[in-house]
């Protein structure tokens, strides 16, 4: 740091005084907050809007027959993983 640098930090902390600095450390979360639930209501209409449901983006997932042996045979819990997301969302309506 040079002899050039020390009046100019000085002169900062002198415009920015204690009081300030605390009110800014209040005031900058509750305007970030204030703007985060504007952001999330502009979400909710815009899902309303285009009129999703409980299904949107739901697709069952079919798989071969000879896909089933092989998940039976080398990686069981990824053919229940499928089996539980197909049965849900049968039993959320989403298909039959």
């Not at 009081?19 to 639930?37: E, M």
């Not at 990686?75 to 197909?86: E, L, M, Q, Y």
Request: include cysteine.
């Amino acid at each position: 740091m040079n002899n050039l640098e020390v009046p100019a930090m000085a002169a900062t902390a002198r415009r920015f005084p204690v009081k300030s600095k605390l009110a800014l450390a209040i005031l900058l979360p509750c305007i970030l907050a204030v703007s985060n639930c504007s952001a999330m209501r502009w979400m909710d209409e815009t899902s309303k809007s285009t009129g999703s449901s409980k299904c949107a983006g739901w697709n069952k997932i079919r798989i071969k027959p000879e896909t089933a042996v092989y998940l039976a045979r080398n990686d069981f819990s990824a053919g229940i993983d499928i089996d539980s997301h197909n049965l849900n969302g049968q039993s959320h309506g989403c298909w039959n």
